[in-house]
T-cell receptor, first 113, second 116 residues
Framework: EDKVVQSPLSLVVHEGDTVTLNCSYE??????LLWYKQEKKAPTFLFML????IEKKSGRLSSILDKKELFSILNITATQTGDSAVYLC?????????????FGKGTLLTVNP | DTEVTQTPKHLVMGMTNKKSLKCEQH?????MYWYKQKAKKPPELMFV???????INESVPSRFSPECPNSSLLNLHLHALQPEDSALYLC???????????????FGPGTRLTVL
């Protein structure tokens, strides 16, 4: 069975802290791993990772994939209250001519002032 | 236009009603998706359309009926729903779904559905 496991499930930090969110996966025919941020509404896309060891960065956020150990991390430095959200990890994997996303349960990040 | 739009934003319906959710994108994406998301849970895939044909149905009950009239539009027809069907219904699109494609999915804002 395909599965995506995120840890921790929730995290409370103070502004300025650095956080690391984890995502491990076991799927058939891995294609890519995606990180999304979800506040009150729809998930918004952060990163898509397809190759091991290549860090992707966007401002204070960065992410890297390890395809040998089957995991990814999402780092957020100098956290701000606006970073409070659920961070979803999803793995795109294919079966036949289609691919679909399997989501982890998410990490609820709360950044206190 | 780089967004996925969904209407209505909120919908309250009785168990005997028939209603439809709509989703639209003008990014030239050829794959469109319906997800259901319950509170504090991740999105769960319901249907995938690829080039206007239904390619994945994740064993969704027949009271949910998807329709893809053209490459920009995706509908979800609802009939005889149950209170446990209350959830956020998310539409997403991606460039395509082929196994050789590594495409991120763009999500719409969702329709918050309440079934009384």
């Amino acid at each position: 069975e395909d599965k995506v496991v995120q840890s921790p499930l929730s995290l409370v930090v103070h502004e300025g802290d650095t956080v690391t969110l984890n995502c491990s996966y076991e799927v058939t025919n891995f294609r890519s791993l995606l990180w999304y941020k979800q506040e009150k509404k729809a998930p918004t896309f952060l990163f898509m990772l397809t190759s091991s060891g290549i860090e992707k960065k966007s401002g204070r956020l960065s992410s890297i994939l390890d395809k040998k150990e089957l995991f990814s991390i999402l780092n957020i430095t100098a956290t701000q209250t606006g970073d409070s959200a659920v961070y979803l990890c999803a793995v795109a994997h294919s079966g036949g001519s289609n691919y679909k996303l399997t989501f982890g349960k998410g990490t609820l990040l709360t950044v206190n002032p | 236009d780089t967004e996925v739009t969904q209407t209505p934003k909120h919908l309250v319906m009785g168990m005997t009603n028939k209603k439809s959710l709509k989703c639209e994108q003008h990014m030239g994406h050829r794959a469109m998706y319906w997800y259901k998301q319950k509170a504090k849970k991740p999105p769960e895939l319901m249907f995938v359309y690829s080039y206007e044909k239904l390619s994945i149905n994740e064993s969704v009950p027949s009271r949910f009926s998807p329709e893809c009239p053209n490459s920009s539009l995706l509908n979800l027809h609802l009939h005889a729903l149950q209170p446990e069907d209350s959830a956020l219904y998310l539409c997403a699109s991606s460039l395509q779904t082929g196994a050789s494609s590594y495409n991120e999915q763009f999500f719409g804002p969702g329709t918050r559905l309440t079934v009384l």
